[in-house]
């Protein structure tokens, strides 16, 4: 059951904005818990559950960071998220099991911002070091994102995964304005 708390409704809102921009900048939108359909009432194609079930066999249904096969769970390789401003969108996500998924929280992050490892950070510890491993996955997971901007020619994959620095600030006010509507109606009526 969620904690229904302030910070917990302003993240909502920050999700909503995250998607919205999505589908403004690439007329595309990902949620693995729907039907996939060409276009929505808006014409937004929508990659749905069966589009997961394409991503997991891509990664051979292994997690992309230590390639173990355990139960996959959905993970933005830019966090969806106020700090990142991942997408949401099939090139932004691959399959992880639980552990690699909660490790990317730091414990030690005294910034908002630094409170996620970056991926490549998270797939450097989950491949324990080994280079050959490393250089691989990173190769795979750069291919699944490039498979969905093939004609892009950006030279830092991690571009096409997030919005601008100027959305990730507006998604950082829109966070702190429902936080504190909300803590202030919590004091007028609790």
């Known amino acids: 059951m969620a904690d229904f708390t302030p910070s917990y409704a302003a993240n909502i809102g920050v999700r909503a904005f995250l998607t919205y ?42 997690c992309a960071y230590c390639g173990e096969s355990k139960e996959l769970t959905v993970d933005h390789l830019a966090m969806f998220n106020r700090s990142q401003g991942g997408l949401q969108h099939p090139r932004n996500v691959v399959p992880s099991c639980r552990p690699c998924n909660n490790n990317r929280r730091k414990t030690n992050g005294e910034a908002k911002s630094d409170k996620y490892d970056t991926w490549e950070a998270q797939l450097k510890l989950s491949t324990g070091g080994d280079p050959e491993k490393f250089k691989k996955r990173k190769k795979d997971i750069t291919d699944h994102i490039l498979k969905y901007a093939p004609n892009s020619d950006v030279r830092d994959v991690n571009e096409l995964l997030a919005v601008s620095e100027d959305s990730i600030r507006i998604a950082e006010r829109l966070y702190n304005e429902i936080t504190d509507a909300i803590e202030a109606a919590q004091c007028k009526y609790v």
């Open 21 to 62: 921009i999505t589908k403004k900048q690439l007329n595309e939108v990902f949620n693995h818990r729907s039907v996939d359909r060409c276009a929505d009432r808006n014409g937004v194609k929508v990659y749905g559950k069966l589009e997961w079930e394409t991503i997991k066999n891509r990664f051979h249904m292994r």
